[in-house]
């Protein structure tokens, strides 16, 4: 998936985050954001690659969004690759 794609697939997460009157308040209390950032960061790609991040730690919440916008279950995982700081670092 390109990044363009990728970010696509993000500001649909985002949106459908947004909505979420349940998993909206967890989002924005791990990550330190207020409701008002949501939107100013729409366009920020590092920013929505910690979307992606926080949907994925949920095989539930991943199946909610997928579900309900139409993507397959793999697509998140795809788009973050295709996102900033998906490169995995070797140390060895």
């Given at each position: ?48 690659a910690s979307v992606l991040d926080f949907l994925m730690m949920d095989d539930a ?30 140390w060895t």
């Amino acid at each position: 998936m390109g990044p363009e794609e990728a970010e696509t697939l993000a500001i649909k997460a985002l949106g459908w985050l947004a909505a979420n009157e349940e998993l909206c308040p967890v989002f924005l209390g791990s990550t330190g954001a207020r409701l008002e950032d949501l939107r100013a960061s729409a366009g920020d790609p590092a920013f929505l690659a910690s979307v992606l991040d926080f949907l994925m730690m949920d095989d539930a919440w991943v199946i909610s969004f997928c579900d309900a916008t139409g993507h397959r279950y793999e697509d998140p995982m795809r788009a973050r690759q295709g996102m900033p700081g998906a490169e995995q670092v070797h140390w060895t």
